[in-house]
């Protein structure tokens, strides 16, 4: 820690980060699996070629939301001043997946707010 103190309820929040930044980062290495079985199947070039296209931009996004959690994660653990206000934009992000995202959404943007 760099000399700050952490309150409790920002280091669940650093935690939950941490929690969603894994499993997003396990989810777009299993998603890379049927890219390769793909490449093994009987289905026209055209179309195995949009299939690869479709689920490596799948993978690109799971892993960019990965990285900004872990990014967030990190940053709200070392009290960063900047970490709360891409927690927030992550709040608002999380409040249309019902009902974890919204409940976590809300709580965090409680917390924070507060």
Avoid at 99 to 110: A, K
């Amino acid at each position: 820690m760099s000399g700050k103190s952490r309150p409790d309820g920002v280091t669940i929040l650093s935690l939950w980060y941490f929690v969603l930044a894994g499993g997003a980062l396990f989810g777009a290495c299993v998603t890379t699996v049927p890219i390769g079985l793909l490449s093994m199947s009987d289905m026209p070039t055209g179309g195995r070629l949009l299939a690869s296209l479709v689920i490596g931009g799948g993978v690109t996004i799971t892993l960019g939301v990965g990285l900004v959690c872990g990014l967030v994660g990190w940053g709200l653990w070392n009290v960063a001043p900047w970490a709360r206000a891409l927690a927030l934009v992550l709040a608002l992000l999380h409040l249309p997946v019902f009902p974890v995202g919204t409940l976590i959404g809300r709580g965090t943007l409680w917390y924070i707010g507060t």
